[in-house]
């Protein structure tokens, strides 16, 4: 669901950042305590901080505002959808054996997210990128995979890498066969969180032969990396779409 908080604007210029938002007494006490870059600026009529307090600002801010960035800050990044011009849609065919990573990230939790994802085929590597306004860190952990397996046009043989236990458990561990098995519900019917995107994932492993494997975040992995940084940066673009599934009810769910 949308929320009905009042706006405030974040725009990035070099290595500072101004917000632009409605007074609210709580939130400049929060942003003057928290943190230490903070100045106002009379001309403009906003807080200018500093971009390494970048997350922390955006942390506070949401607390009492939707947080809407006009621009994309300095570092972001596109992915390569068609390395020396070649689609991936194009290079693979039935019965393809590639190498997926994905990731996924939020500016707060929940908050703006957004996934990436790297696939490896022959030496060639293609990339793709997405985000949306207002969602949790683990269904993006999920859509970076769904996402990736949807790419895919034919039935392929695929292994997965992600940092997420949460997702390689889940699947690995045959949790959302169950959870379906029960109609999503878990002990004291208590609803599996995500179960949309569970849904799609469960289609999927029928329609292809997959593995998932669990690597450790920030192990200087060069794929997960990049993953990371895609979608960092795809949680931070104006305009993101909304996460339709989203209902607020999605937790931290690791130990079936």
């Known amino acids: 669901m949308e929320s009905t908080k009042k706006t405030a604007h974040i725009q990035y210029t070099g290595f500072q950042i101004l917000i632009i938002s409605p007074y609210d007494a709580?939130?400049?006490?929060e942003l003057k305590s928290s943190l230490k870059s903070r100045r106002w600026n009379q001309e403009k009529k906003g807080w200018?901080?500093?971009i390494k307090e970048q997350h922390k600002l955006i942390e506070v801010a949401s607390r009492f505002y939707q947080v809407i960035e006009d621009n994309q800050p300095a570092g972001f990044v596109e992915p390569i959808e068609a390395p020396s011009g070649i689609e991936l849609a194009s290079a693979l065919k039935?019965?393809?054996e590639l190498e997926i990573w994905t990731d996924g990230a939020c500016v707060v939790n929940?908050?703006?997210g957004g996934y990436g994802i790297v696939f490896k085929y022959?030496?060639?590597k293609w990339e793709k990128a997405g985000g949306f306004r207002l969602t949790t860190n683990n269904r993006m952990e999920i859509m970076g995979a769904l996402v990736a397996l949807e790419t895919l046009p034919?039935?392929?043989k695929v292994i997965i890498y992600s940092d997420s236990q949460y997702l390689v458990n889940s699947v690995t561990k045959g949790w959302i066969k169950r959870w379906k098995a029960k109609n999503w519900n878990k002990k004291h019917n208590k609803k599996v969180p995500n179960a949309d995107l569970w849904e799609r994932i469960l289609q999927l492993l029928d329609q292809h032969d997959i593995e998932l494997r669990w690597i450790k975040g920030h192990d200087s992995t060069i794929e997960n990396e990049r993953c990371d940084q895609l979608a960092e940066s795809a949680s931070r673009k104006p305009n993101l779409p909304i996460d339709e599934g989203y209902t607020g009810m999605e937790g931290i769910e690791i130990n079936e």
């Not at 709580?26 to 006490?29: I, L, P, R, Y």
Request: hydrophobic share 25%; with cysteine; net charge negative.
């Open 94 to 96: 039935l019965g393809t």
């Open 48 to 50: 200018i901080v500093d």
């Open 154 to 156: 034919e039935k392929c």
């Open 110 to 112: 929940p908050g703006p």
């Open 26 to 29: 709580e939130f400049v006490s």
């Open 122 to 124: 022959k030496g060639q």
